[in-house]
């Protein structure tokens, strides 16, 4: 089993984190990038500090990972190279803060990405996910086959069929987008017009609003492959698709 490093790499901080979850979007603390839902934060009340879960306590090293495997990555609290001169190889977007730097020095990971799971599946479906490196499909928010920063590409989530995309960093965006616009809730309560904007936010050139049960079906397919990506990059599905999926019950 790796050994992890102790949680002491927190230059100025002295309060222990605890463990949490976020109900609003956050700025990590350790990498400097956006965050939802499980994390670590100061219990003290006067105190925003809040770090990913993987940068509370992170490998030293990574030596088995699922795309890159002929690298053996090493944990950094600051870019050997300087703050943004790196670019993450999995959501294409600078690093400022805490990262992995392959040995060859010509791949970095954000530690959330890192530990990104290769594959995610729902237990009441047969679909399945994939983190992939080339992509035969257009990413369902930007509608491009690729989201490049220089010439790092970035991966992306991609159906079992090979039909559906989603690039790590559109889908980010694509949630704040809607945390920020009042579309995500955290319960039960979305009305049909908050849901259906929230969906066409996340793939607006796959949303038709028509009653036809093909439309319908395609939507339903769309949702559940969604859920699947939200559940992957962040761990928690924030009622997404279930909110969703009670709309198109109704």
């Excluded at 093909?214 to 909110?243: C, E, Q, Y």
């Amino acid at each position: 089993m790796p050994t992890l490093l102790k949680p002491t790499h927190f230059d100025g901080h002295r309060h222990e984190l605890v463990p949490a979850k976020s109900e609003a979007p956050f700025s990590c603390d350790g990498c400097k990038e956006l965050g939802f839902g499980p994390c670590y934060r100061c219990p003290n009340t006067n105190c925003d500090y809040i770090v990913h879960t993987e940068c509370y306590i992170p490998l030293p090293t990574i030596s088995s990972h699922q795309i890159f495997k002929r690298c053996n990555f090493k944990f950094h609290k600051e870019s050997p190279t300087g703050p943004g001169t790196r670019i993450c190889d999995v959501c294409a977007s600078d690093i400022h803060g805490f990262s992995y730097q392959c040995s060859h020095g010509n791949l970095d990971l954000h530690p959330h990405c890192a530990n990104l799971p290769p594959a995610n599946s729902l237990p009441d479906s047969d679909t399945k996910i994939y983190l992939c490196e080339k992509i035969k499909s257009r990413c369902l928010k930007c509608n491009s086959k690729k989201r490049s920063c220089g010439k790092v590409q970035g991966l992306s989530y991609v159906s079992s069929d090979g039909k559906l995309c989603y690039h790590v960093a559109c889908l980010t965006e694509a949630h704040v987008e809607n945390w920020r616009n009042g579309h995500l809730k955290l319960d039960f309560s979305c009305n049909e017009e908050s849901s259906s904007l929230e969906l066409q936010n996340l793939a607006p050139n796959q949303v038709a609003r028509t009653q036809n049960s093909k439309a319908m079906k395609r939507i339903k397919w769309l949702i559940t492959f969604l859920k699947l990506v939200v559940s992957a990059l962040f761990g928690d599905h924030f009622t997404l698709v279930s909110t969703l999926f009670q709309f198109l019950k109704n």
